[in-house]
Each structure stands twice: as structure tokens, then as C-alpha cells.
């Protein structure tokens, strides 16, 4: 839990490698947000997408797949790989992997053709070689055996369960062969067919070792009476008599009916017997217990048909044990049809038709992750690079026949949109055949995780810990990855290897501080106080922290009608003294986290710090140009009877000689200027060089002047300003009561003017500019959990020639948003090297952070995309079952504590409703696209890029 976001910054990752510091005009940022409270505050390093650590990079030219193969001396999970197999389009190289890494000259390798598969099997004792007509196997790299195929087609896909390995041909034939004794033998050629009827090819195959104990065709159920026999006896027997009278409402109401309810138990006249009975009861073995019985491993062939249908073979017998039709389809959830098929000519004809229209399967596995592997998840990749997750569980029903597996498959929503951008001007359509790739790579010690790397245009890692929830992080920093492997050497412990687009191989580890088993990959930094401000100060790369700690304190101010004075309260020990918070300033280092010595500078007591930002302000006499401070706001606190005084402090990061052995102290804090102000200083911001402040309920322009602050203008303002940000010469100014104005200023009179405000009262939370290019708008959040779009509007109406702002926008978020910031679109895709929209030059993506741990965003899109989403969330809204019963629609919408004569604005479309199309069967997809006129793979284009659009981070 990151929650609560109080106060959010972005800063520059310590840790990037120089791989990546490449002339990209996308920076690489990552946020810093403070979060908890007392003893439980700390700082959250936030990033979205996985920066591996690059240990070496070399070019290698022309490689399509690549596979670590460890030697037969290996043992044990962290044995380290001894060999690299690259494969290239004509050729194969094998490079051998210590201390350094060279290229084996003499071997028994083929290295004269294209290599389609490699393996370690037998354990680690051999290692299997697959080419496009035969199969290599060597032992210490020496060749043991050569098996010619000879079935009429090259071998195209091969999927490897120690000890058996299957082969997918061209031509749809799936073949399996057994390692026994050091030989590899052919075990199956023809599967699942009988004489007489033709089958349908196959294309995609995967083999699977159960280690869940899921996959079976016992009862469940009645293995647990047979095991708990005489225990379940007893428990029938103690069942009251009456339980039978009781309805279905009651058992609703009040649990199970074996429950004794009230007058109905009639368990009194047996008492003794009965407890003899709920002893046996107790001696019962617990539910707990059966996740210790080992698990037999069982062995299956997953397949899919070109008719659509998916099968579960068991090997090595080869009895066909479940059939799902119509795979392509994607359905939510996989039934066995293995007693309903209908006969074949008749669904083929119906299907065939359908099923050539829609995305082929390009690949399938079955992997099983999770602890000790009882997660088995299915992963097949689609023709247009999409991924599907289904997760296989238990199913019990009556219907079922005793020779019927018991287990479905249900759909995993994970909202990826993983395609490639096809660029707008040349559409050039891809023909919709399927290609057997290998993109799901699966690892087991990887930086101590376990999952599947997703390789492919745009690739993602999915990390299935033993917690149990499923993790998907995208790796977009170095574009498409082709293929992967995991790695693990001497000079690279639990690595991994990677090609990118430009033809190098990179050896990396993954950044070992951050946890990955988090929706954002996350690096928690304890401080045992409570944060309150967080800010990146550029010129020395250092975050600069507001934290307080609370103190019992005895002394209270006091007004003695001309001053005030400190009187000290002493009461008797049972007394509760009330705390007193301390503020103080501390420097942060990014690349250890640790808080920089001697930087330290503690406020005095009753000074409570409102406001921090980092400032560049022209100060004339010092220095020329603009140059960037920390500006602090603050305010005495006295009580009721007391004038609230602030101060302004402007302090300046300098840089000095390190002391020896302590590399940090490079950085110390000097203070510029610190005076006191005639009132509470609440909100800072910059204008043109010069320093906003509000001081009580004026806002003050100051010029910073030979170490002084001079007033240049004011205005008077409403109740309460609790943040200014500035944008070229206009200031937007959030007060707490009275929503939010606009001011300007002019540099040529020196003079600040409200442009427009809004007239209607609101709590505001925080604001935020939105830019579109040549449009500004304005965003407010409020007490009530909405987000608000002003725009400043002087044709309109409504808008009395410009002098009320215009609620253009608004959605009901749920969450309270205490900060935002702005961030530039992106710029470039990581999926294709090219640039996105020219149009994101002047386009921002505003960012929020709720109160409850919430990450979210706010995009501004085109006419035609807001249209064709706006049509897309009505029809989803009435197809889609709702989220808690919550309507979208109804829930999305403003709400407000007194009646408000506007109408709702709505002008915001929800994205994660609309990104819940990504998921849905391809038949809905098709239906819904058809509803709103257009096609699914033009709804599914919008997605993607609205996805890239905001991929920061």
C-alpha cells in the first residue's frame, strides 16, 4: 500500500545505464510520493515500467531466437547456464558461457542451418537441438544421436516437458517424442485420430507438467468423504432433525442449514452422545492440511485444431480428456464439450466461416506458476499481437461424466494492449495467418521471481509470486524485444539476456531495490516520521523532504493584553499532554536513499511548514539569469487568541568538498533570506521570475534584490489559498471555500488582475492546468470526490464576457486527490521506433494521486476518438455487468452537498470502462464495433494509443 499520496514529485532514476541515456526526446522520470503517518511515514519510489540494469552490450546481426542451455555438471535450481544458442536465419552459433563469453569453435552442434528449438533434457544431463528435418542430441557437446524427420514438412514449433518433446510441422502434424535411457524415441505421430475420419490440423501445441494436482478426473467431493469417511459419518449424525424444515430463506439468511438456529435445535436430550461424536469431529484432519499431500506430476499436450477447437491430451496414453469449441472466439469461460459435441461436418461449416475473420492463434502455453506451481495459467498470442490469460480451476457438477476432467478454464482481465501501432498514413493490412512464434518465455530465478516475459512489440514482464497475484510490468525503455532468456553466470547472478531492435544483445539484471510483487514497481524508504512536502531540486539531483515528529508538550501561549507570553501547565501523571509537531528540512540522495549528513535544518517550535516548492527566481545583484531555490512557506501557530505571523525562507543548494569516506556531503543547505511576514504564508509559486506568496488573505509579488525581498504587486483575495501554480503570466489560485480564480500578471504596469473565477462556492483539493495544444483549461478537485475542467470561455453566454469560468468537464472520481502534475505526452512509441502524433509537442497528460493510494490520469483527445469512446462506454454501460452493482454511468456522474442549478458537463469518458473492451470475447467485440459503426481492430487502435500516449514513468 502506497496510500495515502499526499504529496507526489517526479525526479530522474539514479540508476539509469547509459544504454538508455540515449537522444531520446522522451525523458525518463520517476515518481517520489510520500506516504504514511508517525512511526509508518515514508517515501515511495514509484516507476511504471521495469529499467533493467545492463552489465554488457555487444551487436550481434541477423539472430531470431537465442536459448541458455546448462552443461551436465549443473545441479540444482541455481546452477549457472554454460551455453548461449543464437539462431539466425541460415545459420546457428553457439557461444559458451564462464567467466567470459566466447564462441565454440568444435562441437556437435549444427551450426550450418537455422536452429528452431533448444533444450536441456534428461535433467541436465543432455541437451536436445531441434532443426527444421531433424534432432540433435548431445551430451558434454558431443553428439550422442541424430533423428531424421521424415513426415513430407518441416518442423515450424516445438514445446519441450521433460522428458518428452513435441513438434508442430507446417503442415499441422503434431509429434511427440520420450527421452528414456539416453535416447530419444518416437512415442506418438497421429494423435487423437480416428480411422475413417479426417481431423482437423493443428495449429498451435504446448506441453504442460501438472504439479497442481487440478488437472483430474476424481470427484473431489468424494475423495473427501472417503478420506474423512467415519468423521463425516458423525457429522451427519449430529445434524439436528429440524434442519430439513428450514427454508431456503433461512439458510440464505443465516448460513448452512446444519447450523442449530435458536428453538429449532433439538440437540439437548442427547447431550452426551453428542459429544462424544463432535470429538471425533475435532480429530477430523483440517481443511489446511491438504496442500501438504504431495501431488502426483501428470503430463498433457495442450492443442488447438484449425476448427477452432481446443484439446487437452494425457501423455503418454494419448486419450483426448477435454474439448473446448470455438477457441478463437476468447470466451470467458472454457467448458469441456466432450459430451455435447455436436457432429463434426455441421458446427465445421457453421464456424469455419466466422473463425477465419477473426485473429488466429499464434501461440498457446501452459505454464504453471504460483508457489510450487498450483497456478497453471494458459497464454496464447493472438495474429495481431494481443495476449489472452486464462486460469485453469476446480469444477464440480453433477452433470459431469466420471472420465471428464474437472476443471475450467476462466479469462484473466488484465486491460493489456499489446499490438503493434500501424501508422495512420500506410495501413498496410497483415494477412490473417498464423505464425507459430515463440514470445512467452518462461523463467524461474530471475532476480528471485518467478513468471513469463512477454516478448514482442511491446513487451511486458508477468511476475506470479507466492502471494498469488498476477503482475504485469511493461518494459518499453528499449523498444520491441524480439526474444529473451534468463541468464545466470558468474558475472550476471539470476540475469537475463534480451535482443532489441537495433540488433544488440544485452546482458542485464533487474534493479534488485525495487519490489516487483506491486502493481507499479515500488522501493519503499522507511523514515519513521511523518512526510509532508517532497520536492526534486534539479541542479543538484537531490529531493529535498518536509517531515515532522509529534512531541507531548506542556507549554501553551498565552495573550497578557499586550503581548503574548509561555506558560508552562504542570498536571498530575494521568494527564494526556497534547503533542506538538516539529518540522524540520532534511536533503535526500536518490541513489542510496539515505538522508545526506549535515543537511538537516530543524524549524522552530509551533512553526508549522504550509508550503515547499523549488523556484527559479531572477535575483538581481547575485548572480544573472534564473536560477532555481527552495522556497518554504511557513506559520506560527499559537492558538485561537494570537496573530498568525509566517515566514518566507529561500534557501540554495550549494556544493562543497566532500568530507572523506562520506561521498554525500557534496550537497549542504544555505540559507538565502528568512524573514517574517505580516501574516501566514500559505501558497508559493513563480512568475516571470519573480516569487508569489499569499500572506494572510493578500498575494504578494516579490522581487528577490541583493539577498532582500521587494514588493513589485498585490491583490486581495478570498478565504483561504492553498495553492498557486503558475503557467507563462497567469496564475491559477485554489482557495478552500471559494473554488478557483484566474490572475494575471503584466510585467510591462507591474500590476495583478482576476481575469475570471468561478462563482459557485467548492471545496477545492487541489488544481492543476490541462494543456491541448493551443487549449488551456483548467482542473479542480473537491471535498465531494470530483474532478472538475474549467475553461475560460468570453463568447459564451453563460460566461457574463469572460468573467466565469466555464465547467466544460466533470466526473465523480471517489477518491480524494490531493496532487497532480503535469507531464508531456509522449513522444515516441516504444513499439515502433517512429514518432507518435506530432500533435503531442504542446499536449499534457495531467497526472493525479488520491488519498487512498490511487495512481491516475487525465488525457485530452480528439473530437472523432472522444465520440467514437463516448458511443463505445454507452454501449458498455448497458452490455457490461456493473462493478458492485454500480451503474458507470450513474456513479461517474458529479455530485454536490447542495443543489447545483448545472447540469452535469460529463465531457470525460471513462477509461477504465472503456479499456474493459480489451478483454471481452472476440464475438462481443465484434457485435459491439458493429453497433457503433465501426470495427473492433479500430476501437482496439484508439486504445493502444491512448495507452502510449500516457506511458510515463
Not at 477435454?322 to 467448458?335: E, K, M, R, T, W
Not at 455436436?342 to 473463425?355: H, M, N
Not at 468561478?758 to 471545496?763: A, C, G, I, K, V
Not at 458492485?884 to 455530485?895: K, V
Request: overall charge negative.
Amino acid at each position: 500500500n502506497i496510500g495515502p499520496c499526499g504529496y507526489v514529485s517526479m525526479g530522474e532514476p539514479a540508476f539509469l545505464s547509459d544504454e538508455f541515456s540515449r537522444n531520446c526526446p522522451d525523458p525518463d522520470i520517476e515518481l517520489v510520493s510520500t506516504a504514511g503517518h508517525g512511526k509508518n511515514g515514508a517515501l515511495c519510489v514509484l516507476q511504471k515500467t521495469v529499467r533493467p540494469q545492463v552489465v554488457t552490450a555487444f551487436e550481434l546481426p541477423g539472430c531470431i531466437d537465442m536459448w541458455t542451455l546448462h552443461g551436465p555438471e549443473a545441479k540444482g535450481s541455481s546452477a549457472e547456464h554454460s551455453y548461449l544458442l543464437l539462431s539466425r536465419k541460415e545459420s546457428s552459433m553457439v557461444l559458451q558461457t564462464g567467466q567470459e563469453i566466447n564462441e565454440l569453435d568444435s562441437s556437435g552442434f549444427s551450426t550450418s542451418e537455422s536452429t528452431i528449438f533448444a533444450s536441456n533434457i534428461g535433467g541436465t544431463s543432455h541437451i536436445v537441438q531441434v532443426l527444421s528435418n531433424s534432432i540433435l542430441v548431445l551430451k558434454e557437446s558431443r553428439l550422442v544421436q541424430t533423428v531424421n524427420l521424415e513426415f513430407g514438412s518441416p518442423v515450424v514449433h516445438v514445446t519441450c516437458a521433460d522428458p518428452h518433446l513435441a513438434l508442430l510441422t507446417q503442415d499441422g502434424q503434431a509429434l511427440i517424442y520420450s527421452f528414456k535411457e539416453g535416447k530419444l524415441a518416437l512415442t506418438k505421430t497421429k494423435i487423437g485420430e480416428v480411422p475413417g475420419r479426417i481431423k482437423s490440423p493443428f495449429t498451435a501445441i504446448s506441453l504442460y507438467k501438472d504439479k497442481s494436482g487440478l488437472l483430474t478426473t476424481e470427484s473431489r467431493i468424494l475423495s473427501q468423504q472417503t478420506k474423512g469417511g467415519s468423521a463425516a459419518g458423525a457429522r451427519d449424525k449430529i445434524k439436528p432433525k429440524a434442519s430439513k424444515d428450514l427454508d431456503d430463506e433461512d439458510e440464505l439468511l443465516y448460513g448452512s442449514s446444519e447450523a442449530q438456529i435458536g428453538m429449532f435445535s433439538e440437540g439437548q436430550e442427547n447431550g452426551t452422545s453428542q459429544d462424544k461424536q463432535e470429538e471425533e469431529v475435532e480429530n477430523e484432519p483440517e481443511q489446511w492440511q491438504r496442500y501438504f499431500e504431495p501431488v502426483k506430476k501428470t503430463f498433457w499436450l495442450v492443442t488447438l485444431r484449425q476448427n477452432g477447437n481446443f484439446e487437452l491430451y494425457s501423455v503418454p496414453d494419448f486419450t483426448l480428456r477435454f474439448v473446448s469449441q470455438n477457441f478463437p472466439h476468447l470466451p470467458d469461460i472454457l467448458l469441456d464439450n466432450m459430451s455435447t459435441r455436436v457432429p463434426v461436418q455441421t458446427a465445421d461449416q457453421l464456424q469455419s466461416k466466422l473463425i477465419e475473420s477473426l485473429p488466429q492463434v499464434s501461440e498457446l502455453r501452459l505454464f504453471g506458476l504460483g508457489n510450487k506451481g498450483r497456478r497453471p495459467i494458459l497464454m496464447a498470442r493472438m495474429s495481431d499481437h494481443e495476449v489472452i490469460m486464462y486460469e485453469l480451476y476446480a469444477y464440480e457438477a453433477p452433470n459431469l461424466s466420471p472420465d471428464q476432467l474437472k476443471v475450467r478454464f476462466k479469462k484473466i482481465h488484465h486491460g493489456l494492449v499489446l499490438r503493434e501501432r500501424k501508422s495512420r498514413s500506410r495501413k498496410e493490412e497483415k494477412p490473417n495467418v498464423s505464425v507459430p512464434s515463440n514470445t512467452f518465455r518462461y523463467f524461474n530465478d530471475i532476480a528471485g521471481y518467478e513468471g513469463v516475459f512477454i516478448a514482442g512489440p511491446y513487451p511486458h514482464w508477468m511476475f506470479l509470486t507466492g502471494r498469488g497475484e498476477l503482475r504485469l510490468h511493461p518494459m518499453s525503455i528499449d523498444g520491441s524485444v524480439p526474444t529473451f532468456a534468463p541468464f545466470h553466470n558468474v558475472n550476471c547472478p539470476q540475469g537475463f539476456l534480451y535482443y532489441n531492435r537495433k540488433n544488440e544483445l544485452h546482458i542485464c539484471v533487474l534493479p534488485a531495490h525495487l519490489v516487483y510483487d506491486a502493481p507499479w514497481p515500488v522501493r519503499k524508504v522507511p523514515l519513521r516520521c511523518s512526510p509532508h512536502q517532497i520536492v526534486y531540486h534539479m541542479e543538484s539531483k537531490t529531493f529535498a523532504v518536509i517531515s515532522s515528529v509529534a512531541e507531548p508538550s506542556n507549554k501553551v501561549w498565552k495573550f497578557n493584553g499586550d503581548d503574548k507570553e509561555l506558560n508552562i501547565e504542570d498536571r498530575d501523571e494521568r494527564f494526556l499532554y497534547p503533542n506538538l509537531d516539529k518540522f524540520s528540512l532534511q536533503l535526500f540522495s536518490p541513489i542510496s536513499w539515505e538522508a545526506i549528513p549535515g543537511t538537516k535544518i530543524q524549524f522552530e517550535d509551533w512553526e508549522y511548514v504550509t508550503s515547499m516548492k523549488h523556484l527559479y527566481l531572477s535575483s538581481e545583484g547575485m548572480h544573472s539569469g534564473h536560477r532555481g531555490f527552495l522556497v518554504v512557506g511557513s506559520n506560527f501557530n499559537y492558538g485561537e487568541d494570537i496573530t498568525s505571523r509566517g515566514h518566507i525562507k529561500i534557501y540554495d543548494v550549494i556544493e562543497v568538498v566532500p568530507e572523506p569516506g562520506q561521498p554525500l556531503t557534496k550537497n549542504k543547505i544555505k540559507t538565502v533570506y528568512d524573514k517574517e511576514q505580516k501574516g501566514p504564508v500559505t501558497a508559493l509559486a513563480a512568475v516571470s521570475g519573480f516569487l508569489v506568496t499569499t500572506v494572510g488573505q493578500k498575494i504578494y509579488i516579490w522581487q528577490f534584490k541583493n539577498g532582500d525581498l521587494h514588493g513589485i504587486a498585490f491583490i486581495d483575495t478570498n478565504i483561504y489559498v492553498h495553492q498557486i501554480h503558475t503557467l507563462k503570466n497567469f496564475l491559477l489560485v485554489a482557495d478552500v471555500y471559494q473554488s478557483i480564480s484566474i490572475l494575471q500578471y503584466q510585467p510591462d504596469y507591474r500590476t495583478l488582475s482576476v481575469i475570471s473565477y468561478d462563482t459557485h462556492p467548492l471545496e477545492v483539493y487541489a488544481a492543476e492546468f490541462v494543456i491541448d495544444n493551443g487549449q488551456l483549461g483548467f482542473i479542480a478537485t473537491d471535498s465531494q470526490r470530483n474532478l472538475s475542467v474549467f475553461v475560460y470561455s468570453p463568447e459564451a453566454r453563460e460566461s457574463q464576457a469572460g468573467q466565469r469560468l466555464v465547467r466544460k468537464a466533470d466526473i465523480h472520481i471517489g477518491q480524494h486527490v490531493n496532487c497532480m502534475w503535469r507531464v508531456r505526452a509522449k513522444l515516441v512509441d516504444p513499439t515502433t521506433s517512429q514518432r507518435l502524433l506530432e500533435a503531442n509537442q504542446k499536449k499534457h497528460v495531467t497526472w493525479y494521486a488520491t488519498l487512498d493510494g490511487a495512481l491516475g490520469h487525465l488525457l485530452p483527445v480528439s473530437e472523432k476518438v472522444y465520440r467514437r469512446l463516448l458511443m463505445l462506454s454507452n454501449v458498455l454501460t448497458n452490455s457490461l455487468e456493473h462493478t458492485a452493482g454500480l451503474n458507470p454511468r450513474g456513479y461517474r456522474t458529479i455530485r454536490s452537498l447542495s443543489r447545483d442549478l448545472r447540469n452535469p458537463a460529463r465531457g470525460i469518458v471513462d477509461g477504465d470502462l472503456v479499456f474493459a473492451f480489451s478483454d471481452l470475447p472476440a464475438v462481443d467485440k465484434a457485435e459491439f464495433a458493429r453497433k457503433i459503426g465501426t470495427t473492433a481492430a479500430e476501437i482496439m487502435d484508439d486504445l493502444a494509443e491512448l495507452d502510449r500516449n500516457a506511458a510515463h514513468f
